[in-house]
């Protein structure tokens, strides 16, 4: 039975690689860089609010908060493909 689970969820990772591909093929050079762009600002983002709730000296998650406002309007101004 396990081996009916992982061959299903080969198959389904060979579809999804499939239709990446698909996509990747129908954007432009400049929406390819947009969306990785993005995903760069949304990994930042990510790594900053863990540190944010990690974080308890005042003038760190002062420092933190600033950055999160940044990164939120970097990601407000790059266009998403």
């Given at each position: 039975m396990a081996r009916g689970w992982e061959s299903k969820a080969v198959e389904q990772q060979q579809e999804l690689s499939a239709q990446t591909q698909v996509l990747k093929q129908k954007l432009t050079p400049e929406?390819?860089?947009?969306?990785?762009?993005?995903?760069?600002?949304?990994?930042?983002?990510?790594?900053?609010?863990?540190?944010?709730?990690a974080s308890h000296n005042p003038r760190h998650r002062e420092m933190l908060q600033r950055a999160l406002a940044e990164l939120d309007r970097r990601l407000a101004v790059t266009p998403v493909p």
């Open positions: 929406q390819v860089r947009n969306r990785q762009r993005h995903d760069e600002l949304m990994l930042a983002r990510a790594q900053v609010l863990q540190q944010l709730q």
